[in-house]
């Protein structure tokens, strides 16, 4: 399981995604589509929430893809 959620934020003019702590992966993307695509697939694998942020970095959206009876990693 991963240590911390996954989340799709905009910076310095880029889409990344990161594990809740600051740790970037996979990245950066030219749009929002495809690090939604890529923090899904992490998401997935990990077993942890997607949080999608928009550009201004206000919370857009957010998935889970963990144990709904599990405690929030991290």
Same mark, same amino acid.
């Given at each position: 399981?991963?240590?911390?959620y ?12 990161e594990?809740e702590?600051g740790?970037e992966?996979g990245g ?8 939604v695509a890529?923090g =899904?697939?992490?998401? =997935? ?13 206000s919370?857009?959206e957010?998935?889970s893809?963990?144990s ?7």
């Amino acid at each position: 399981m991963a240590q911390g959620y996954v989340h799709t934020v905009h910076k310095e003019g880029r889409w990344v995604n990161e594990i809740e702590g600051g740790a970037e992966f996979g990245g950066p993307h030219q749009t929002k589509e495809d690090a939604v695509a890529a923090g =899904r697939e992490r998401a =997935r694998a990990d077993q942890t929430e997607h949080v999608i942020h928009n550009q201004e970095g206000s919370i857009g959206e957010r998935n889970s893809y963990g144990s709904d009876s599990a405690s929030r990693p991290g």
